[in-house]
């Protein structure tokens, strides 16, 4: 939690401060900042946001979903995160980590500034729970013996890890010394999973273009 701590302190050094907003509330040069550092994500990658468990812009412009922003005294944008609710008897009892995106140029802790400035404040709200939701390919070793599937879907994660990096994003998760709850999925019989792979592939990345498609093939096979 060391690492935490200092990206607390250094952000008020620095000026830095975490600011709430929803997406359609914030100002216009907010949003802006926001867009522009999604896009240089994107652009970077050469392949579009995933959906599914991992949220975009069109998640974020939910009035439902907060946005807790880091900002410097120029106003400048150095980070953001999600956090979509949770509910329970039509009330928000808890909120789920989604979208993440930090300026390349900016606050180098500016995440673990974010998350750990969100924790801090939804304990003050009274929130009975935070969720750093899930890393997609990448799992907690739990010394288990591993299925055929399993084996797969970790080949699948590894191979994936330098396009999309789920066990990176797992490693980061680990510093807040989180709850590991695993998730499963339930299918009728082994011979329904090509096609519920397809429909992963798709949920995840619905707007892939062919040429996405083609670049993805080969960082894969790079």
């Given amino acids: 939690m060391a690492v935490i701590r200092t990206s607390l302190n250094k ?3 620095q000026g830095i401060t975490a600011e709430w ?9 907010i949003r802006d900042q926001i867009r522009s550092i999604s ?3 994107v652009s970077d990658k050469g392949l579009p946001e995933m959906g599914f468990t991992l949220g975009g812009l069109a998640e974020l412009d939910d009035p439902a979903v907060r946005m807790l922003v880091a900002v410097d005294g120029d106003r400048t944008v150095h980070g953001l995160t999600s956090w979509m609710p949770v509910y329970e008897g039509g009330q928000p009892v808890g909120w789920t980590l ?3 995106r930090r300026r390349s140029e900016g606050f180098r802790g500016v995440m ?3 998350i750990a400035s969100a924790a801090l404040g939804f304990k003050e709200e009274g929130a009975r729970f935070l969720s750093l939701s899930g890393a997609p390919l990448a799992r907690a070793d739990r010394g288990e013996p591993q299925s055929a599937l399993q084996r797969m879907l970790d080949w699948m994660g590894k191979v994936l890890e330098p396009v999309y990096g789920f066990r990176s994003l797992l490693a980061f998760k680990a510093k807040f010394q989180p709850e590991y709850r695993p998730m499963y999925m339930v299918y009728p019989d082994p011979a329904a999973l090509p096609a519920i792979t397809r ?4 949920a995840y990345l619905p707007h892939m273009t062919p040429g996405q498609g083609v670049r993805l093939m080969r960082k894969l096979s790079a």
């Fill in 11 to 13: 952000a008020g050094k």
């Fill in 21 to 29: 907003w929803t997406y359609r509330e914030a100002p216009i040069g």
């Fill in 39 to 41: 896009e240089e994500w």
């Fill in 98 to 100: 989604d979208f993440m």
């Fill in 112 to 114: 673990e500034f974010l």
């Fill in 199 to 202: 429909a992963i592939g798709k």
